[in-house]
């Protein structure tokens, strides 16, 4: 039984792979970095001082998209293309605020998001 739910369980990583699609989470901003570009973010919501620990402990990255305020009530405001980004650096500003410095990795397409409990975004995406 244990061979056989381990076969199961790399038909679903290989599935995974193969069609390219993983879920992430999301930090929607009015501008974006893209691929080998480096910008420095200021971290103050709990959503993304949850998802800035979540990415420090996997040692993971997250998706950066475009967000648009004044799009239409009940439209996506959230951009189909985004970055993925992994942290470089950390530092506590002096307002008390986390920075946080984030470089470019590669492009995403957004297919599919979801809103967790306390707002923070994941996102089923396809790498570019």
């Not at 439209?75 to 410095?101: C, M, Q, R, Y």
Request: aromatic share 10%; hydrophobic share 40%.
């Amino acid at each position: 039984v244990i061979g056989e739910f381990a076969n199961l369980v790399d038909t679903k990583n290989t599935r995974k792979q193969e069609f390219g699609m993983e879920e992430i989470m999301l930090f929607p901003l009015s501008s974006i970095v893209l691929p080998e570009g480096k910008m420095k973010l200021r971290i103050f919501e709990p959503r993304y001082k949850r998802m800035v620990a979540e990415c420090s402990k996997a040692n993971s990255g997250f998706g950066m998209c475009l967000f648009d305020s004044k799009i239409k009530p009940n439209a996506n405001p959230l951009s189909e293309f985004g970055t993925w980004v992994k942290i470089v650096d950390f530092e506590s500003l002096s307002d008390g605020l986390l920075g946080i410095t984030v470089v470019g990795i590669k492009r995403f397409a957004i297919h599919k998001v979801r809103v967790e409990y306390d707002g923070l975004r994941r996102a089923k995406v396809e790498w570019q």
